[in-house]
């Protein structure tokens, strides 16, 4: 496996503390009680599947192997099962509720964010990592 950048922080790869540091974002801004508006404005699903593609996105960038499958596969399943979770535990947080068609959204936005890496990559091969 070749690294994805040779960027470090702290001696951390740059896209894994970019990654960290976006999902930790995530996880406090979706279990914030409904009165602290701090998201951006926009229509609810747009903005659930824009966090989630650049979530995807960032998972391709920092995982690298040949066998594509499974490495699509297991971006796509972690990632969607993640946002179950997400939906499930907004349920535990005032004035929030666990919506399906959110999580829909949300694994719209990380399919779509593979798709797009992948025809990237094709198009780009030698300049994306494997």
């Not at 994805?4 to 960290?20: C, M, P, Q």
């Not at 066998?67 to 929030?96: K, S």
Request: net charge positive; aromatic share 14%; glycine share 8%.
């Amino acid at each position: 496996m070749q690294p994805v950048t040779k960027i470090t922080i702290v001696g951390l790869r740059f896209g894994v503390v970019a990654l960290s540091l976006y999902w930790l974002a995530i996880f406090v801004g979706t279990h914030l009680p409904a009165g602290a508006n701090i998201r951006p404005a926009g229509n609810d699903k747009v903005i659930h599947f824009s966090a989630y593609f650049l979530l995807g996105l960032l998972l391709c960038y920092v995982t690298t192997s040949e066998r594509l499958g499974q490495r699509f596969g297991a971006i796509a399943a972690g990632a969607m099962a993640y946002a179950a979770i997400d939906e499930a535990t907004q349920a535990f947080v005032p004035g929030r509720y666990p919506d399906p068609l959110d999580f829909a959204a949300d694994s719209a936005g990380v399919l779509s964010a593979i798709s797009v890496y992948l025809l990237a990559r094709y198009f780009f091969r030698d300049r994306l990592p494997r």
